[in-house]
């Protein structure tokens, strides 16, 4: 067995648990905020940042905790949440804009692109979800 004396360390740790926290509250600040996105998170959570938003932000935490490899209980399913809220590309499109802004400003230029990358490839199986009539997959019997 090799013991690595330079261990891989997780994008959570480069990260950091508070910088994490920080960062959330900030965009989701942000998110409700704009004309396009507001409206749909103030119908789902309520005003933002009371109502539902801390268990909301500490579900949201718990997933990025698991996506760049930090210890999480995160057992959500992103892709359902995203079903009949009646968004579309262009919700998407000022999501990661916003996402974007946040991560450039808050974290080190290494750890905001890796966190951007993550958020865009999760684009195109959320954007499935949040069809009105997502397809249904046909199986050959
Ligand atoms: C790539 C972009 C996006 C990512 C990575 C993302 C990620 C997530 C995650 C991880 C959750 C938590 C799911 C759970 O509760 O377990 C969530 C929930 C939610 N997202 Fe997104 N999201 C994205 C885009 C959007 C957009 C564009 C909107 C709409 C404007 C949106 C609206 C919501 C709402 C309303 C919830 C709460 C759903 C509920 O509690 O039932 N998201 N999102």
Redesign the pocket.
């Known amino acids: 067995m090799t013991l690595s004396l330079t261990p891989e360390t997780s994008l959570f740790a480069r990260v950091g648990e508070e910088a994490l926290r920080r960062l959330l509250w900030t965009f989701y600040a942000r998110?409700t905020q704009d004309p396009?996105?507001g409206p749909?998170?103030a119908r789902?959570?309520g005003p933002f940042p009371r109502a539902g938003w801390p268990l909301?932000i500490s579900?949201?935490e718990g997933?990025w905790r698991a996506v760049t490899g930090g210890p999480s209980a995160?057992r959500?399913?992103?892709g359902p949440?995203?079903g009949g809220?009646g968004?579309g590309p262009a919700?998407?499109d000022?999501?990661?804009t916003l996402?974007e802004e946040t991560l450039s400003e808050q974290l080190g230029p290494a750890e905001a692109t890796a966190m951007l990358t993550l958020?865009?490839r999760?684009?195109p199986n959320?954007e499935r979800f949040?069809q009105p009539f997502p397809e249904v997959p046909v199986h050959d019997h």
């Open positions: 998110v396009d996105l749909v998170f789902k959570i909301h579900r949201l997933f995160y959500g399913q992103p949440a995203h809220l968004i919700h998407f000022r999501w990661l996402w958020a865009r999760m684009r959320l949040a």
